[in-house]
Every structure is written in structure tokens, then in C-alpha cells.
């Protein structure tokens, strides 16, 4: 499915396109559909939501030239094959240097094995396996940090309230939620406290019971949940229905509006969030509740906390073009992407490398915190340990 920004939705953008003296073409590959979409069709907005603004604003500046932005998507269902497929029209077919979006780590993964030998930038959001920015490649940058960045942090936060023994329910065949969980494991028994068990779902399943009753019987004093949003939010609720009293943690950065498609806010209260400091417009920067009510207006519903990953990308990019003065050289372009400064448009709030946003390995990080459901809403309580420059160290160690 090919789709572009010169629609309805985004009339302003066509207008605006008509009357620039170029226009550069940006792809997006992300999941619009299936399973995956839960966090790549928000991607999707955010990135025509920041080229609307972009060319709204006169657009990019290369010269004595302005670019208007226009955006190709294609749906590429979190799927490898599908992804290829996708970046392959964009490069071969659309003739685009500039792909965002990826929110999924397979998708990305297949991407990323032949990104470095064409003529294109690659911009990395949600996607969260560490390999995709240990690989050495001058031409991919990726905004959001590694799973392992953050399960190190959250492993430490659950031990210092005293947790000694946590049952772990995840979509444990997927690599980043893996990499999440081995990390947290290894701070908590740090501080003397131990896994007890590692139930599994696969991220189509919606019945995780038996998995639940099988933990409730080993008698944890935590859980750890870690996956897509809907089959969190089923074990969230189911749960509360086995009347499994014990703290609920997570990694999975979902919306309120997207949890309570599956689980009511009584179900839902003190659920623990341990991921990447992302949206939460009750702890937002001044950029974030602006971006948060400009989704909100354009799209008629809240935007994902993991989505302006993807709205990051797309300012990113602007200021690298500017600053290479080049929309042709990708080398260029990617050089300056690695030597770029935090943009001031961002929502995310990155913590520089070297002050620079993305670090040699073209990794961008945030710092982690706690979010608990509190009445209806995520509510930021904490910052976790976030020692970015350590992470990034100790990532340019690994092949």
C-alpha cells in the first residue's frame, strides 16, 4: 500500500508543495496495519506531522534553494520481507534517499543488513534490538535507545523497592524484549534478587491464563511483563480477573487511550511502566504538549509516547540537509546527521554524546523513567539510572 502526503489529510502540504521551487521526496516504511501498527502508524503520523510544519515554515533551505517536503509510505506490517520490499520501491522505484519510521527490530534488522551499500539515509525509530546500531553503519541513525539501556535501569528499580522474586510473562522469541529482560535480570540479582520463572506468549495471543496460573503458583512479590501493547494489556487484566495481587511492571510504552481498548483504568491502577522517558503530557516539555495537541487536532486521536521518535527523525534530517547544503550527497548528509547538535523542535529529551544527539554509532539516547497508572492516566514518578555516555562506550565495544 503506497501512500503520500499530497492527500485531503494533508491538503496544507500539497498547497504548500505547489508553490516551492523543489520538492524532496521522503519515504516512510513502518507497520500500518497488523499487530505492529500499534506503534508504526503513529510513526507514520508524526513524520507527515513534522514535514506539514516543516513546509508550513517555508521549508528546507539547501542554497538558493527551498525544498518542500512529500512523504511515500509504505505499509510494511512489521514483517522482514515485507520491509525489504518497501525500501526497494522507495530506492528503486520513488527514487528516495531519506527513509524513517521503523518502528519494529525484525523489519528493521532486514533493512539494515543492506541499507549501508545504497544511495540513502536511514533513520531508525521505535526499533529497539542494540544490533541495529552495532554494526558500524555511516548511513543509519536511530533515535530511540537500545532494549538493554533501559532493562538495566528498570532491573535496578525494581530491586530498590525490595523485590526478591519476579515472575517474567513476555514475547520472549523477540530479540529486543530478550535483551531487555537478560539486562534486568543481571541488576537485580545484583542486589540479591532472582527471576523465578520466564513464561512466554506470542504476540498474536490474547489468553495468557494458563501462563498467569502457572506464575501465581510460584508465588512471585512482582511481575514483569514485557511486549506489544494489546497482549499487555490482556495480562494486565487477566491478572486482576485470577486475583493475582502483586505488583505489575512493564516495558511497552502504549497510550491510556490504547490500554483501555482491552483493560478498564481500575484494572490498569499502578501498573508500572519502566521504558525510555517518552511522551507523557503530564510530564511533557513545552515542545512535547505542543506536538501532543497538534497530533491530537490533526489526527483525532492522542499520539503514542514512543511516536515522536519518528517526528525527532524527520527535524533531525531538516537540520543534517541544511547543514551538509546538499539534498543529493547521502554522505553528506549522513556526516552531518552524526555531528548534528540536538534540534531545538524535538520532543524527545535526549541526553548528548559528546554534545551531539547521536553518538559514533549514529545511536540518539534518552534518559529511562518510571510511569505508574495513576486514576486513569500514566503519570511520570522518577527518572532511572541513564548514563548515556557509559551505554555508548560500552556499545561501540560489540560487533
Known amino acids: 500500500m503506497r501512500l503520500t502526503a499530497i492527500t485531503a489529510a494533508f491538503a496544507l502540504t500539497a498547497t504548500a508543495a505547489f508553490a516551492a521551487d523543489k520538492t524532496l521526496d521522503i519515504g516512510v516504511s513502518d507497520a500500518l496495519t497488523g499487530g505492529g501498527a500499534v506503534y508504526g502508524l503513529p510513526q507514520a503520523n508524526a513524520v507527515n506531522l513534522a514535514a506539514k510544519e516543516i513546509n508550513a515554515a517555508g521549508g528546507i533551505k539547501v542554497g538558493d534553494d527551498t525544498y518542500m517536503l512529500n512523504v511515500i509510505a509504505y505499509d510494511d506490517k512489521a514483517n522482514p520481507t515485507e520491509a525489504s520490499n518497501a525500501v526497494r520501491k522507495l530506492i528503486d522505484r520513488d527514487g528516495v534517499k531519506y527513509i524513517l519510521g521503523f518502528c519494529c527490530s525484525g523489519a528493521t534488522g532486514a ?146 487511550e490504547q490500554f483501555l481498548r482491552v483493560a478498564t483504568s481500575e484494572q490498569m491502577e499502578g501498573v508500572w511502566d519502566l521504558r525510555p522517558t517518552e511522551l507523557t503530557l503530564l510530564s511533557a516539555s513545552e515542545n512535547g504538549k505542543a506536538y501532543h495537541a497538534n497530533y491530537s487536532a490533526e489526527f483525532g486521536i492522542a499520539p503514542s509516547p514512543s511516536s515522536p521518535y519518528a517526528y525527532d527523525q524527520t527535524y533531525a534530517l531538516k537540520n543534517a540537509i541544511e547543514a551538509a547544503g546538499t539534498v543529493d550527497d547521502t554522505a553528506a548528509v549522513a556526516a552531518a546527521l552524526r555531528g548534528l547538535a540536538v534540534p531545538d523542535e524535538v520532543v524527545m529529551q535526549y541526553l548528548p554524546v559528546d554534545g551531539k544527539m547521536f553518538d559514533v554509532n549514529g545511536q540518539a539516547y534518552t534518559s529511562n523513567g518510571a510511569f505508574q497508572w495513576q486514576s486513569g492516566n500514566w503519570v511520570f514518578v522518577q527518572d532511572l539510572p541513564s548514563d548515556a555516555t557509559a551505554y555508548s562506550a560500552f556499545l561501540s565495544t560489540i560487533d
Open 111 to 256: 533493512v539494515a543488513s543492506f541499507i549501508e551499500n545504497e544511495d540513502a539515509v536511514m533513520l531508525v525509530g521505535n526499533a529497539a534490538e542494540r544490533s541495529i546500531t552495532t554494526r558500524e553503519i555511516p548511513n543509519l541513525t536511530r533515535t530511540r535507545p537500545p532494549a538493554d539501556y533501559t532493562g538495566a535501569a528498570a532491573g535496578t528499580f525494581v530491586a530498590e523497592k525490595g523485590h526478591k522474586r519476579v515472575a517474567v510473562l513476555g514475547a520472549l522469541d523477540v530479540g529486543f524484549y530478550a535483551s531487555y529482560v537478560d539486562a534486568f535480570e543481571k541488576e537485580l540479582n545484583k542486589a540479591g534478587g532472582e527471576i523465578v520463572s520466564r513464561e512466554a506468549f506470542g504476540l498474536k495471543d490474547r489468553d495468557m491464563s494458563p501462563q498467569l496460573t502457572k506464575i501465581r503458583g510460584q508465588e512471585p512479590d512482582a511481575i514483569l511483563v514485557v511486549g506489544y501493547v494489546e497482549p499487555a494489556a490482556f495480562i494486565y487484566r487477566q491478572a486482576v480477573e485470577l486475583g493475582i495481587d502483586v505488583p505489575r511492571y512493564g516495558f511497552t510504552s502504549g497510550s491510556e
